[in-house]
């Protein structure tokens, strides 16, 4: 089951966080179809939110297709967010990752500044790539 947790300082909404925190473990493979999410009761217990931010969250979700309420028993997975790799194929990339964080933190990064390089070095690789593939179908 997921754990929520929730970064006071992120700028995000928190219900926006608790959304992407499920993507993310669908993407990863930690949540797949049939999984029961935590109740709303469970979330507020552990992280300290409002009941109806919770909700809220899980009401987008199921707008998505993602989840669906099941009255007295929960809410549960009911898709799953497709054509990613299974959970270990994905496991040298992280043992790279972690290679490359354990470097950050070496050369003297704090959280803050690792998150900050990583983000700007998708979105500039993310971009460049996007470039070149409008470049090459002539679009652009």
Do not use: C
């Not at 707008?63 to 007295?72: A, F, M």
């Not at 799953?80 to 972690?98: F, I, K, M, N």
């Amino acid at each position: 089951m997921i754990e929520f947790h929730l970064e006071a300082r992120s700028g995000v909404a928190p219900y926006m966080q608790l959304i992407q925190q499920v993507r993310h473990a669908m993407r990863l493979g930690l949540l797949k179809e049939g999984d029961k999410l935590p109740t709303v009761k469970e979330v507020v217990a552990r992280v300290a939110i409002n009941p109806n931010t919770v909700l809220k969250a899980y009401r987008e979700l199921e707008y998505e297709g993602l989840v669906q309420p099941r009255p007295g028993l929960g809410t549960f997975v009911t898709s799953t967010l497709g054509g990613e790799a299974d959970l270990a194929a994905h496991e040298p990339l992280r043992r790279d990752l972690e290679g490359w964080l354990a470097k950050a933190r070496d050369a003297g990064l704090g959280d803050e500044s690792i998150e900050a390089l990583f983000v700007n070095t998708f979105r500039h690789f993310s971009a460049e790539r996007a470039g070149n593939s409008s470049a090459r179908t002539g679009r652009g």
